[in-house]
C-alpha cells in the first residue's frame, strides 16, 4: 500500500488538502471537508510513523462524517494497529452495514488478531463463495493472511488459488509477495518473471526482482534488474538508483556507485543519505580529503541530534584519526556522542584518541564508563582489547582478546584475526594453534589483518614462514 499511495501523497492537490488541514489545526479553527480527503490525510500519517496524528484525522473525519465507512473502517484497523482491540471490535461493531465487503474482511482481521482463527476462515470462506471464487477474492484474502503474518493459512490459500487461476496476473503478484515475506526466493523469482513476460516493461517487477537478488546479495542481478528501472523510467526511479548504488557499492565498485549517489544528490539535494554514501565511497578508495568535502557538505542538510548526524561526526572523527589528528577527531566523537551520551562504542572511540594523545588518566576513565554502560561487555571489551592493539599495547591487547576466547558474546571469525596478530607479535607458542583456527573459520580476515596476499589452502607453518620473510614488526 505504501508504494500505491506514495506518489499520490507527492501530487499538488494532495498536500494542498494536506496544508489546509495543518492551517487548520494551527489556527484552532473548524473547516469542512470530504470523508475521503481526510482518510488520504490519515493515511499519509500513518504512513511516515505518525499513529497519533493519523487517529486525529480519523477522528476529525468521524465528527463530520460519523457514520462513513472507510473512516470508520481505518479507525478499527488504526486502534488495532496500535495495540487496541477491544476497542477496534466496538469500533467494528458501530458499523452499520456488517454485510460489506470490506467490513467482512476487516471482522476477518479483528478474529485473527483475537486468536479465532476458525471464524477468521469462516468469514473468508463466505467472501469467497459470495464472489464466485473470483481471482480477486483470492488475491485479497491471501494479501490479509500475509499482512497479518498467518504464513502457513496464506500457503494453503495460495495452494488452493493457483489451482483455479494459476496465470492470473494480480494474484501472481500477490503470491509472489507472500513467497518474499518466506523468503522463498527461488518461487518468487520465476514468478516476478512470468509476471515480466506480461509486462516487460513494469518497474514495478523489475523493481521487485531487484529487491530479491539484493536481499540474496546476488548484487550483479539486483544491479541488472534496478537498472531496466532506471532505463524505463529516469524520471521517477529514486529507489532503484539507490539500490543501485548501493549493489555497486557491496561490490566495492565505490566509482560506480559515487556516481549513482551523486546523481542521486542533483536530483534531490534536500536529501543527506547520497552525500554521506559518496563520503563512505571515498573513504572505502582511500580518498579522505574526499569523503571530508562530502560529510562537511551533509552537516549543512542533516538534522540536528538525528541519527544521520552523529554516523556523519563519527567517520569525520575516523578520518581525522587517520590523519593523526586526533584532538579533531575527539572533537567531532564529542559531537557524536552530544547525541547519544550513553552509547559504548562511541566512548570506547573516544578512548581510543584519547590514548593515541597518551592522555591516559582520561582514556582510562572513558573505557571505564563505558563498560559500566548496558551494553553487551564482550562486544566493549573486544573494541577495548582493539583499540589497545592499535595503539600498539600489543601485551594489554592480547590480555583481554585471549579473556574472550570462546566466549558465545563474540564470534570467532571476529576474534581470532586479532588474537593471531597479538600472538604473532608476541611470538607466543600457541600461534600455530591458533592460525590453523583462523584460518579454518576466517581466511580472508586473517590474510586482511596480516596485510598478505590469500593462498589458497596455506597451512599455519606456510603462513608463519611469510610472515618471518615479510620481517612483519610488531
Excluded at 493519523?54 to 494497529?81: G, M, Q, S, V
Excluded at 470462506?125 to 459470495?130: A, D, G, K, T, Y
Excluded at 523510467?233 to 529514486?238: A, D, G, L, R
Excluded at 599495547?393 to 558465545?408: F, Q, S
Amino acid at each position: 500500500m505504501k508504494d500505491q499511495f506514495a506518489s499520490y501523497f507527492e501530487k499538488p492537490e494532495f498536500k494542498q488538502r494536506l496544508a489546509r488541514y495543518e492551517d487548520m489545526l494551527l489556527c484552532g479553527d473548524t473547516r469542512y471537508f470530504e470523508a475521503t480527503d481526510l482518510t488520504d490525510i490519515a493515511e499519509y500519517y500513518a504512513m511516515n510513523g505518525d499513529s497519533q496524528r493519523a487517529e486525529a484525522a480519523l477522528d476529525y473525519a468521524l465528527r463530520l462524517h460519523p457514520d462513513n465507512l472507510d473512516a470508520l473502517i481505518f479507525k478499527a484497523r488504526a486502534r488495532l494497529i496500535n495495540g487496541h482491540l477491544n476497542e477496534a471490535i466496538n469500533v467494528a461493531e458501530s458499523i452499520t452495514d456488517q454485510h460489506d465487503r470490506e467490513v467482512l474482511f476487516l471482522k476477518a482481521e479483528l478474529a485473527l488478531a483475537n486468536q479465532c482463527p476458525a471464524e477468521a476462515e469462516e468469514i473468508l470462506r463466505s467472501i469467497l463463495e459470495s464472489e464466485g471464487g473470483d481471482a480477486m477474492s483470492y488475491t485479497d484474502i491471501i494479501d490479509l493472511l500475509v499482512d497479518n503474518k498467518q504464513i502457513d493459512k496464506a500457503n494453503l490459500w495460495i495452494d488452493e488459488a493457483l489451482q483455479h487461476h494459476r496465470g492470473h496476473r494480480h494474484l501472481t503478484e500477490s503470491v509472489a509477495y507472500g513467497y518474499v515475506q518466506q523468503e522463498r526466493y527461488e518461487e518468487a523469482i520465476e514468478l516476478y518473471n512470468e509476471l515480466l513476460d506480461i509486462d516487460a516493461y513494469s518497474t514495478l517487477y523489475w523493481e521487485e526482482l531487484g529487491k530479491i537478488y539484493f536481499l540474496r546479495e546476488e548484487f550483479d542481478k539486483a544491479i541488472e534488474a534496478f537498472e531496466f528501472v532506471i532505463a524505463i523510467n529516469s524520471e521517477e526511479c529514486y529507489y532503484a538508483m539507490y539500490a543501485a548504488a548501493n549493489s555497486y557499492f557491496n561490490l566495492g565498485n565505490y566509482t560506480q556507485a559515487e556516481d549513482y549517489y551523486r546523481q542521486l544528490h542533483e536530483k534531490y539535494p534536500d536529501t543527506v543519505d547520497p552525500l554521506y554514501h559518496m563520503g563512505m565511497c571515498c573513504v572505502n578508495k582511500g580518498d579522505d580529503d574526499g569523503a571530508l568535502e562530502h560529510f562537511t557538505h551533509a552537516l549543512v542538510t542533516v538534522a540536528d541530534g538525528s541519527d544521520e548526524q552523529a554516523q556523519v561526526y563519527c567517520q569525520m572523527s575516523l578520518i581525522f584519526s587517520r590523519k593523526g589528528e586526533h584532538e579533531k577527531a575527539v572533537a567531532y566523537i564529542d559531537e557524536a556522542l552530544s547525541i547519544y551520551p550513553n552509547n559504548a562504542e562511541l566512548l570506547i572511540m573516544k578512548g581510543h584518541e584519547l590514548m593515541a594523545q597518551g592522555r591516559y588518566n582520561e582514556c582510562t576513565k572513558v573505557f571505564l564508563d563505558a563498560l559500566s554502560l548496558d551494553a553487551p561487555i564482550e562486544r566493549s571489551l573486544f573494541l577495548i582489547g582493539v583499540s589497545m592493539l592499535e595503539n600498539n599495547y600489543v601485551p594489554i591487547a592480547y590480555y583481554i582478546l585471549k579473556l574472550l576466547k570462546g566466549n558465545p558474546g563474540i564470534e570467532d571469525h571476529v576474534l581470532y584475526p586479532y588474537l593471531c596478530f597479538c600472538e604473532w607479535n608476541l611470538r607466543t607458542n600457541t600461534l600455530k594453534d591458533s592460525l590453523t583456527e583462523a584460518l579454518a573459520i576466517c581466511p580472508q580476515k586473517t590474510y586482511d589483518i596480516f596485510m598478505l596476499e590469500p593462498a589458497q589452502g596455506e597451512t599455519a607453518d606456510a603462513m608463519i614462514e611469510r610472515l618471518k620473510q615479510m620481517k612483519i614488526e610488531s
